[in-house]
């Protein structure tokens, strides 16, 4: 009798608990999904309209000219999707590797790596690279891929070794082959932890990739340099604000893509 009226007991609390969920969930999705993008685009109209108001001198208006900073605008994405793209290729595939039964025992030598990649000054890490490997865009994707390919390698073995194995050996009990386990199972349970991963790089490369400038790769940094080089503060303060919007864009554009990538129910 006890059991029967704990059971019906229970069935209405967690019936109100999803029901309290759910509008929080949707109110989550709403200020995700639109505050964030909207805040982004009232500070660069607020910015525009200064730039359209202010007095400043020539070498001030020519750094700020308007397809200029969407010329340094482009650069700075392109190098940073280009660097993400690389990251992905190879921490990802890496990552599952390495959680592998005949590459584990190497999982704590390549995330150590990795560590020691991004422990280094991420611009004593370009301007080396470009000593060795010469000035430009890709020299500074090189760079940028070693400096933010651990979390995403972290993030991909942590998320595989955290599935559940009762799971993995349900799959294997039923027929399904060590790919089928793992693009099955595996790898739709750890995608959330993963995504993680990829959204925390995005927004490490998109800060490091003003540091590109120095190696004549281009981006958003060149007004930063600018600013500092010529003492013209209009200038630095329009470069790093850009690069904060920028980088802001870039984690809700990750934020959106973690959030439609993670499987139902999880």
């Known amino acids: 009798m006890s059991t029967a009226e704990d059971t019906s007991a229970a069935?209405?609390?967690?019936?109100?608990?999803?029901?309290?969920?759910?509008?929080?969930?949707?109110?989550?999705?709403?200020?995700?999904?639109?505050?964030?993008?909207?805040?982004?685009?009232?500070?660069?109209?607020?910015?525009?309209?200064?730039?359209?108001?202010?007095?400043?001198d020539s070498i001030e208006a020519r750094q700020l000219e308007a397809g200029l900073i969407m010329s340094?605008?482009?650069?700075?994405?392109?190098?940073?999707?280009?660097?993400?793209?690389?990251?992905?290729?190879?921490?990802?595939?890496?990552?599952?590797?390495?959680?592998?039964?005949?590459?584990?025992?190497a999982a704590p030598v390549a995330v150590g790596i990795a560590n020691a990649g991004q422990a280094a000054p991420s611009i004593g890490l370009i301007v080396l690279l470009a000593i060795w490997l010469g000035f430009g865009f890709w020299t500074a994707v090189a760079g940028l891929t070693l400096y933010a390919i651990l979390p995403v390698l972290r993030n991909t073995i942590t998320g595989l070794q955290g599935v559940d194995q009762t799971l993995v050996e349900a799959g294997r009990g039923i027929g399904m082959s060590g790919a089928g386990v793992l693009f099955r199972i595996e790898l739709p349970l750890a995608l959330p932890v993963i995504m993680t991963g990829v959204r925390t790089a995005l927004v490490l490369l998109v800060g490091t990739a003003t540091l590109v400038t120095f190696i004549n790769a281009g981006g958003l940094g060149t007004l930063i340099v600018t600013g500092i080089t010529l003492?013209?503060?209009?200038?630095?303060?329009?470069?790093?604000?850009?690069?904060?919007?920028?980088?802001?864009?870039?984690?809700?554009?990750?934020?959106?893509?973690?959030r439609v990538a993670r499987p139902k129910g999880i």
């Open 11 to 56: 069935a209405p609390d967690t019936a109100l608990d999803e029901a309290a969920a759910k509008p929080g969930n949707a109110r989550e999705s709403r200020l995700l999904l639109f505050v964030l993008p909207g805040v982004v685009a009232l500070v660069f109209g607020a910015w525009l309209w200064w730039r359209a108001i202010a007095d400043l």
């Open 231 to 258: 003492f013209r503060y209009p200038v630095l303060v329009s470069g790093a604000l850009l690069v904060a919007l920028l980088a802001l864009l870039i984690d809700w554009a990750g934020r959106v893509l973690e």
């Open 72 to 105: 340094l605008i482009w650069q700075h994405i392109k190098v940073t999707l280009v660097s993400t793209a690389f990251v992905l290729a190879i921490a990802i595939p890496l990552g599952i590797a390495l959680t592998r039964p005949h590459f584990r025992r």
